[in-house]
């Protein structure tokens, strides 16, 4: 029940919980003050009307006390054990005659007892202090005894409960209503923020207000309007790369769609059908690495990847990279050489040995396009201290400098002219990446002046 309430009413209501029980215990606390106040005063008092019997008895010890005044309640007995003087109520008188006075206060409760000594049945009965000494003479010891009703002091107890509990309510009742204002307040900022996001979309860069305080709403705000900033990121990505993806598959479809229509008009020229079959394979090749390395980049941006390798693991895949290469490289005569060195063969990283073996391929086919007939490629593994080192250099054209910002973007070319037939899809090197910073580590190109090389670095687990 409380959980289905608002924010607003649940603070409210814990405030003033809260509040109550601290407010019951000062409450509690101020009355037992009050109440041991007022029961000193009364015993100071009741001490204060044996001082003139002790006077007259020092004074006169051998003669008879005097009867005390209206209202004054003691109860003295001589040496001899004769009582002298007795006001005391009859059920105050027999608790007495049980306690020895010396010097010492108690507070008692008229049983109502009557006159033949039995105890009346009253939940009302008055109580009092009692304060008793002794005095020495020569004739002997003394005792004294007063008491004093504590009617006067119950009845002002009373009157502070009746002012304790409505002060406690009206307390109370202002508390919870600062209490919802102070909520309300602090909850403004949220249903501002409720109201904007209602109505935000993904195609503004409106965000959430972020209020002036430096507080706890101020730092949700902040990092909301950070993860909407994210997600429109990522929304905008995703809608430029089904543009993109779009446009790389328009072009080899309509190349597509021309070869079958030229196959079908050369039916009965089986050499010109065998040709455009060529082709159109050629054509559905090139969809098919397009779709697979779409399906690849989207899978690893979206898959958190638990794979893992040893340093040996990786060591394999790579020299099986450059084997692969150098068959590639045969049709342009390549040189390709490498170079492995590794510190620890037993360190691990954060990478599948298929995903090291694929992010190695496309450097090299990468490179292999690049290079002109007769060209050389080298590639170095290092596996130190601080992790994996790969580089791949080649000794073709190199890339425009101001191409280099964008190289690991998808679809993205550093000719633009070149269209899907004489150049790649653009997708290597952003696979690369997308590879290389799952394993948490980082991909770079830049020119050497003789030619390009790429820079991969993952770090050890």
């Not at 006067?152 to 209490?179: C, E, K, M, P, Y």
Request: hydrophobic share 45%; charged share 20%; glycine share 8%.
């Amino acid at each position: 029940m409380f959980s289905k309430l608002s924010i607003r009413a649940r603070i409210t209501l814990g405030s003033v919980a809260a509040a109550m029980i601290l407010l019951l215990i000062a409450l509690v606390v101020v009355r037992i003050a009050v109440q041991d106040i007022l029961t000193e005063a009364d015993r100071s008092l009741a001490t204060s009307d044996l001082t003139p019997f002790v006077a007259d008895i020092t004074a006169n010890p051998d003669e008879s006390v005097d009867d005390p005044g209206t209202g004054v309640l003691v109860y003295i007995t001589d040496p001899n054990g004769n009582v002298q003087v007795n006001t005391l109520p009859r059920g105050i008188t027999k608790e007495v005659t049980r306690t020895d006075p010396s010097d010492t206060t108690i507070v008692v409760q008229d049983d109502g007892s009557d006159h033949d000594g039995k105890a009346t049945d009253d939940d009302d009965a008055p109580s009092f202090v009692v304060a008793g000494r002794t005095l020495t003479t020569d004739a002997g010891t003394w005792q004294l005894w007063a008491a004093r009703s504590t009617a006067a002091s119950q009845l002002a107890l009373h009157g502070l409960d009746r002012i304790l509990i409505v002060a406690g309510v009206v307390l109370l009742l202002g508390f919870g209503l600062a209490s919802w204002g102070l909520a309300s307040a602090a909850l403004r900022p949220v249903n501002a923020m409720r109201r904007k996001a209602e109505q935000l979309s993904g195609d503004t860069d409106t965000a959430l207000p972020v209020g002036g305080a430096d507080d706890e709403l101020a730092a949700l705000a902040t990092t909301l309007n950070a993860f909407l900033a994210r997600l429109r990121a990522s929304t905008d990505r995703e809608k430029q790369m089904v543009s993109d993806a779009a446009h790389e598959l328009r072009t080899p479809l309509a190349a597509l769609t021309t070869q079958l229509e030229l196959a079908h008009a050369d039916f009965g020229n089986a050499k010109a059908l065998a040709a455009q079959v060529t082709a159109a394979e050629a054509s559905v090749d090139r969809l098919t690495s397009l779709a697979t390395n779409l399906l690849e980049l989207s899978r690893i941006e979206t898959e958190a990847s638990t794979a893992t390798a040893s340093a040996g693991q990786l060591v394999d895949e790579f020299t099986g990279s450059i084997d692969r290469a150098r068959l590639l490289g045969m049709a342009k005569a390549a040189r390709v050489d490498f170079t492995c060195s590794a510190v620890d063969e037993e360190a691990r990283f954060r990478i599948g040995a298929q995903s090291f073996g694929r992010l190695v391929d496309n450097l090299l086919s990468n490179a292999i396009a690049a290079i002109s007939t007769g060209g050389g490629i080298l590639a170095a593994l290092s596996i130190e201290v601080d992790g994996l080192h790969l580089e791949v250099t080649d000794d073709g054209p190199g890339m425009p400098e101001q191409f280099i910002p964008i190289a690991f973007d998808r679809f993205s070319r550093p000719d633009v002219s070149r269209t899907g037939a004489t150049g790649g899809s653009g997708l290597g090197l952003a696979l690369v990446q997308a590879i290389a910073t799952a394993a948490g580590g980082s991909a770079t190109v830049d020119n050497t002046g003789d030619g390009l090389r790429a820079t991969v670095l993952i770090p050890n687990m």
